[in-house]
């Protein structure tokens, strides 16, 4: 091999050993600039505990003048019945597994009373989901009973209320309050406020004169 060839062929295969080292460092960087890409810390969707739902099954409050079923599942407080002079009562529908509270209201009125204890109570109900988007539910039964439901989810103290009346002889509310843990966790009680209000929609539905 001429003295020329032979430089021509070294200078070919500098090249190739250039080329080929530069290849691989090139790999050795991408594949340590992913692998460093799984040390960044991003943030993940908080996980909420999974939520188990109550059957829809239902019993009637026995000791009430009126129909009303609440949830099989359910705790009335002990003395959460109680008569007061003008014959109202508190009922307080416990759900343990929930965390909350459905407290509820029966107020005996006549023709003369029942506009200013609805009006008073759908003002109350306005007043506890504020400006925050709220969704209302009216409802109408064959028994001649009239209802009102308003969701508020953004409202995660007060985020069920509802009033429903035989517009001659009572009328019964409530509103459903939540424990802290689920303050600031929208997510996590939308699961809890789709079970309660199909409670509250069978309860308004049932409700009539015994």
């Not at 991408?30 to 991003?42: M, Q, R, Y």
């Not at 007061?84 to 023709?111: K, Q």
Request: charged residues 15%; hydrophobic residues 35%; neutral net charge.
């Amino acid at each position: 091999m001429s003295k020329r060839k032979a430089n021509t062929f070294t200078a070919a295969l500098t090249v190739v050993t250039l080329w080929t080292v530069a290849f691989f460092f090139s790999l050795l960087f991408i594949d340590c600039v992913n692998n460093s890409g799984h040390d960044i810390a991003t943030p993940r969707r908080t996980a909420y505990p999974r939520i188990e739902i109550y059957d829809s099954v239902y019993l009637p409050i026995e000791s009430m003048p009126i129909n009303i079923e609440v949830n099989a599942h359910t705790i009335l407080q002990e003395d959460s019945l109680r008569d007061n002079s003008d014959g109202s009562r508190w009922i307080n529908i416990m759900y343990p597994g929930y965390n909350a509270t459905l407290h509820c209201t029966f107020t005996p009125v006549n023709a003369t009373t029942v506009g200013t204890v609805t009006g008073n109570r759908n003002e109350r109900m306005s007043l506890n989901a504020g400006d925050l988007t709220s969704e209302l539910t009216e409802i109408t039964t064959p028994h001649g009973t009239t209802g009102r439901i308003l969701t508020t989810p953004e409202s995660t103290v007060t985020p069920l209320q509802f009033i429903a009346t035989d517009n001659r002889s009572w009328v019964f509310s409530g509103a459903l309050y939540l424990t802290r843990q689920h303050t600031g966790n929208i997510d996590s009680i939308a699961p809890i406020l789709h079970s309660v209000r199909r409670d509250i929609v069978h309860s308004i539905r049932n409700l009539r004169q015994k």
